[in-house]
């Protein structure tokens, strides 16, 4: 796969993005956020499966700039709420804070130990004129905490916290989160199958 010299990106969050182009630096790709590209049309993830709605996305990005493309479906389960929001953590509210704070009210009195939860990464890739098109996979497991902790990240990093580290996923810089994320996890497994160990 060395072969590919470009990619998009199909994201328009900048803290997203940030995690792509960190991860995939040293790679010598030229990478394109949705931004860079003008592209301001909403691609509704719809479907109710991660792996589908990663697709979707890819394809049309793919398909409408004719180069390789890259988009993820992550989600955050959490066990007490029978893996709530899952496929529909993006949609759990209009905008982080919502997210978060509804999240929150949902566990309001359940006990640390009745908190975990798992948050998981899809991220595909399509390659458009081959046809072809690939997936992979990274999960990061933790507990959500009782108050947000905020200084780096976005979406659920300021509740999540990772028993592993001692600490929560905001409270990580862009590199240290790329180490042990979901998405980070898959963004290795992608590196590893476009370039090789």
């Known amino acids: 796969m060395k072969h ?13 993005f940030r995690e792509f182009e960190q991860a995939l ?31 979707k996305k890819a394809r049309k990005i793919g398909d409408r700039f ?33 997210r978060i704070q509804r999240l929150l ?6 006990p640390w130990e009745r908190r975990s939860a798992k948050f998981k990464a899809y991220l595909a ?9 690939y ?3 990274g999960e ?10 905020e200084k780096y990240g976005f979406g659920y990093d300021p509740i999540f916290y990772v028993p592993d580290i001692g600490k929560f996923l905001s409270e990580l810089s862009v590199e240290e989160k790329n180490e042990i994320s979901h998405r980070g996890k898959a963004l290795k497994a992608l590196k590893k199958f476009l370039f090789g160990p």
């Not at 004719?66 to 509210?93: C, I, Q, W």
């Not at 009210?105 to 359940?110: G, R």
């Not at 990061?140 to 902790?149: A, N, Q, R, V």
């Open 25 to 55: 630096r040293e790679s010598n790709l030229r990478i394109y956020s949705l931004s860079d590209l003008g592209f301001v049309e909403d691609i509704e993830e719809d479907d109710t499966s991660y792996v589908m709605n990663a697709l």
């Open 66 to 98: 004719n180069l390789p493309s890259l988009a993820d479906d992550s989600g955050l389960e959490v066990e007490y709420l029978k893996k709530r929001p899952g496929v529909k953590s993006a949609r759990y509210g209009r905008t982080d804070e919502e």
């Open 105 to 110: 009210l949902e566990l309001a009195d359940v």
């Open 125 to 133: 890739l399509y390659l458009p004129g081959h046809e072809r098109q």
């Open 4 to 16: 590919i010299k470009e990619v998009i990106v199909a994201t328009r969050n900048v803290g997203k």
């Open 140 to 149: 990061l497991k933790g507990y959500i905490g009782f108050e947000k902790k």
């Open 135 to 137: 997936i992979f996979y």
